[in-house]
């Protein structure tokens, strides 16, 4: 029989498929464009969360769910009060790649092994919970950025995606990472998507406002970004197009000069396209999964104990 500690300690290109690859089957398989959305539409939100999450990311907005999570973690840079920890860390700013990368495959290692009851799953919370244990973050910082992580896919999705979420889907996501809160031990988690999404809003109208540091983890995080489709010396031309999907007041908040009205409507409008055109194509048969996708920081693969900072 194989321990805890032997599945923890696989690489990730040969850690186990999730489990929802079997119960979710004959939709996957069926070829139709709505298939999935009507097989989630028969669970239920709360106590089939993980596998609806899992069909959403994996299936059918793999796309829509990194850009929808590249763009929240700008939202969290304009919070002035956080910047400087994330500065100091040099983690944002010096390995901006590899602090990419350990984010996104912590988070997908708990969605895409099975969730947060398998070992893989509970390890990549260990080491999470590791990682943020280190320094004194306030938890309504926690609170705010867990709710970005949430609402982020739910708004993208309703202005870009192939089809908007439906309201099981964003209960799901809801009581997906509500879970994954309570095991970091955030408080006060607010008690259903609507008190969070006003949460959200709110402390977004108190706490956004221009820093330094926002400006530069910020602008690390652009440049990085840019660097996988642009030469360096085509940044500057690039940097517009990443503006053009940020709206005003977190602009201003990382320090990031808005763009013309023209090309804003063009590269949303663009964006939107995309997301139509998407609709008309076959659906996936197989699962985008980043934790099976090689990565500048771990080209020939990793363990879970080795993601996030060392020291």
């Not at 990368?101 to 290692?109: K, N, Q």
């Not at 997906?176 to 408080?187: D, Q, S, Y």
Request: proline letters at 7%; glycine letters at 6%; one cysteine or more.
């Amino acid at each position: 029989m194989t321990s805890t500690a032997d599945l923890t300690a696989l690489k990730n290109t040969d850690a186990p498929p999730a489990p929802w690859e079997t119960t979710a089957a004959s939709a996957i398989h069926s070829g139709k464009r709505r298939a999935i959305r009507d097989y989630i539409s028969t669970l239920d939100p709360e106590r089939d969360c993980q596998e609806i999450s899992y069909l959403l990311s994996c299936y059918e907005f793999p796309w829509d769910t990194t850009r929808a999570l590249e763009f929240a973690l700008f939202r969290v840079f304009g919070v002035a009060k956080g910047s400087p920890l994330l500065v100091q860390t040099g983690e944002f700013v010096q390995r901006t790649q590899k602090r990419y990368d350990d984010t996104v495959l912590i988070l997908s290692e708990i969605l895409e092994s099975g969730g947060y009851d398998t070992p893989r799953g509970q390890a990549a919370l260990v080491r999470m919970n590791k990682q943020h244990g280190r320094f004194k973050i306030p938890n309504d910082e926690f609170l705010y950025t867990l709710s970005t992580f949430i609402l982020e896919p739910i708004r993208w999705n309703e202005t870009y995606g192939w089809r908007p979420l439906t309201e099981p889907e964003k209960q799901a996501s809801y009581f997906f990472l509500r879970e994954i809160g309570r095991r970091m031990g955030i408080r006060d988690i607010p008690e259903s998507l609507e008190a969070y999404d006003k949460f959200n809003r709110d402390f977004e109208a108190a706490e956004f406002r221009y820093s330094p540091d926002n400006e530069a983890i910020a602008v690390a995080t652009r440049n990085l970004m840019l660097s996988w489709f642009l030469p360096k010396g085509l940044w500057k031309i690039g940097a517009p197009f990443v503006h053009a999907m940020m709206d005003e007041h977190l602009l201003e908040a990382v320090g990031m000069k808005p763009v013309p009205r023209w090309m804003q409507g063009l590269v949303r409008g663009s964006v939107r396209l995309r997301g139509r055109l998407a609709g008309l194509l076959p659906p996936r048969r197989r699962p985008r999964l980043l934790t099976k996708i090689p990565t500048p920081t771990y080209p020939d693969g990793y363990v879970i104990s080795e993601l996030g900072a060392a020291k």
